[in-house]
């Protein structure tokens, strides 16, 4: 199943279950009205997104159009965010001069919330002296999660799959990493691609709590990097026990997983301009050679099925001044 | 005007209005359910709310009893919690045995905010063994602040204050505070007392965007702390425009002062644990006697107005096991 959000008067948007090939929708109903009422009562609507999944597959349905699409969950009560690519960890010390993080927990943080941008949204940031950067990311949406769940219950409650555009201000990142109070101002709106979608709409792309699926990144129409989410250190599972071992998770919580990222990045590309500024201070021995975006700059970013479909659909988007 | 907001069917309560003394209460009515629909609509609910009070002020109104209060804001999309006593930073970096924090911009995480405990609520944790402990602190709620709003602006954003207490896991914050990425385990969910207050409700106790009144804490019923909140740092503005610089804040927003702290310490005490584990490290030159909490200890936390009122009511709870 595919589930879409259309822009409405509502800030949560009106949730609709989506077609296969992504050409058409139906709305779920008036009872379910957006997703975080449909993740709230998720185990009970089974059956209601079963018939409309028939009904699509009979070719009912809207004409789908993704430019009206708000985040499949264009709010939430909670956001975390992992960081469960090592290769992406490494480089981030590198780029942003700071010393190896010693943890034998996965690292997380607990991000902005209540918006998350649209897939073709305008992304308004206040300044390109902030090194505007993408971050390519999957990310999970779960149920009620109870304090202390383990990671091999917490597979369960594991209910949708997204694909997710964390926007990072690098200039900001490392001067509020050494507080040690992590990131806020360094950490704006995120942004979704258009359809979450369950585990079994992926397939054999869903394995171990990972999504073993090619991340296609495109800047300003450059292939910028195809890095698969196959190689997270622990799998979204050990992230939500994590974030649940001292708190329940509020239904509609997303876990990220952090910017993917590929040990063989020379050959895959990276999924955000830091890695690359990274790579080149290592490979010059001096100063990084590609600059952060600038105002008018797009983005795109497709998660590739391993049959060649798009599941989560595609962010493109650009980044405005605010 | 004090809010309040009564346990109820719904996860966001139902909104009260209060009156002076605290003995009665009115509702709000069906347009403005709950506190952050009114937040949300905060400068056009004006009438509604001076009404209420006249009625309240009149002798209507329903006996209020705090044992049936949720957090006055039981849920919110956003935390954000500041650390603006530098006296406690002090203190903390000498508990937490970390070098000291250098930075020009006020300390702020972004914390859990789908949940905060009602003031007589029960406080489930998991383990003793992660260092319990509470930090008195007082907040502010505020309407849609638009991103790159000044201090200066940011005052008229300030709708209502409210006294919380930040449950703080101390055996984890540092190992979470080495990566960099800011505390999710070690924050699990906060409480509030039971009144939100506008900040004419304070008379001269707010001013330069301070609460200035002290915190009266007891801990098993043992006074522990009666610091002022005056000695901030930086004003609540500060910390709202801080929090705007690079996202709008969405209206409820919850913005918090950080453990208040005084400097005399030796006279008025501490409102968290932590402090005066780090004040015994420096006086005896050696390990803190103090230890933290246990299962089944009772806090309470009380803001004294400056005629020996109570403007928030009464934080009174316990701690037990998850």
Same mark, same amino acid.
């Given at each position: +199943?595919?589930?879409?959000?259309?822009?409405?008067?509502?800030?949560?948007?009106?949730?609709?279950?989506?077609?296969?090939?992504?050409?058409?929708?139906?709305?779920?109903? /008036?009872?379910?009205?957006? +997703?975080?009422?449909?993740?709230?009562?998720?185990?009970?609507?089974?059956?209601?997104?079963?018939?409309?999944?028939?009904?699509?597959?009979?070719?009912?349905? &809207?004409?789908?159009?993704?430019?009206?699409?708000?985040?499949?969950?264009?709010?939430?009560?909670?956001?975390?965010?992992?960081?469960?690519?090592? %290769? $992406?960890?490494?480089?981030? @010390?590198?780029?942003?001069?700071?010393?190896?993080?010693?943890?034998?927990?996965?690292?997380?943080? @607990?991000?902005?919330?209540? #918006?998350? /941008?649209?897939? %073709?949204?305008?992304?308004?940031?206040?300044? +390109?002296? $902030?090194?505007?950067?993408? &971050?390519?990311?999957?990310?999970?949406?779960?149920? $009620?999660?109870?304090?202390?769940?383990?990671?091999?219950?917490?597979?369960? /409650?594991?209910?949708?799959?997204?694909?997710?555009?964390?926007?990072?201000?690098?200039?900001?990142?490392?001067?509020?990493?050494?507080?040690?109070?992590?990131?806020?101002?360094?950490?704006?709106?995120?942004?979704?691609?258009?359809?979450?979608?369950?585990?079994?709409?992926?397939?054999?792309?869903?394995?171990?709590?990972?999504?073993?699926?090619?991340? &296609?990144?495109?800047?300003?129409?450059?292939?910028?990097?195809?890095?698969?989410?196959?190689?997270?250190?622990?799998?979204? $599972?050990?992230?939500?026990?994590?974030?649940?071992? %001292?708190?329940?998770?509020?239904?509609? %919580?997303?876990?990220?997983?952090?910017?993917?990222?590929?040990?063989?990045?020379?050959?895959?590309?990276?999924?955000?301009?830091?890695?690359? #500024?990274?790579?080149?201070?290592?490979?010059?021995?001096?100063?990084?050679?590609?600059?952060?975006?600038?105002?008018?700059?797009?983005?795109?970013?497709?998660?590739?099925?391993?049959?060649?479909?798009?599941?989560?659909?595609?962010?493109?988007? #650009?980044?405005? &001044?605010?």
């Amino acid at each position: +199943m595919r589930l879409a959000t259309l822009k409405s008067s509502s800030a949560d948007g009106q949730l609709v279950a989506v077609s296969r090939d992504g050409s058409r929708y139906l709305a779920i109903g /008036h009872d379910t009205p957006n +997703m975080l009422a449909a993740i709230e009562r998720w185990d009970s609507i089974g059956s209601v997104l079963a018939q409309l999944g028939d009904r699509l597959d009979q070719g009912e349905g &809207e004409p789908f159009d993704a430019s009206n699409c708000a985040a499949p969950l264009p709010r939430s009560w909670q956001w975390l965010d992992g960081s469960a690519f090592s %290769t $992406h960890g490494e480089l981030m @010390q590198i780029a942003f001069g700071l010393d190896p993080i010693e943890s034998e927990k996965p690292l997380m943080y @607990q991000g902005m919330s209540d #918006r998350f /941008h649209g897939p %073709t949204d305008n992304v308004p940031l206040p300044s +390109m002296e $902030h090194g505007i950067d993408f &971050e390519g990311e999957f990310g999970v949406i779960v149920d $009620h999660v109870p304090m202390g769940t383990s990671a091999a219950d917490a597979m369960k /409650h594991i209910k949708l799959i997204v694909q997710i555009n964390d926007w990072s201000l690098r200039a900001i990142a490392p001067v509020e990493m050494k507080t040690g109070f992590g990131w806020v101002q360094a950490k704006p709106a995120c942004s979704m691609a258009p359809f979450a979608v369950t585990p079994d709409e992926l397939g054999e792309g869903w394995k171990n709590g990972r999504v073993c699926l090619d991340l &296609e990144i495109d800047w300003n129409g450059d292939r910028f990097g195809a890095a698969n989410g196959r190689q997270m250190d622990v799998g979204f $599972h050990d992230l939500v026990a994590h974030a649940a071992y %001292t708190r329940d998770l509020v239904a509609g %919580t997303v876990i990220g997983s952090g910017t993917v990222s590929n040990a063989n990045y020379a050959e895959v590309g990276s999924s955000c301009i830091s890695e690359i #500024r990274a790579i080149e201070m290592i490979r010059d021995k001096g100063p990084a050679s590609t600059p952060f975006m600038v105002f008018g700059d797009t983005i795109r970013m497709e998660g590739r099925g391993l049959n060649g479909g798009s599941p989560f659909g595609v962010i493109e988007q #650009r980044v405005v &001044e605010a």
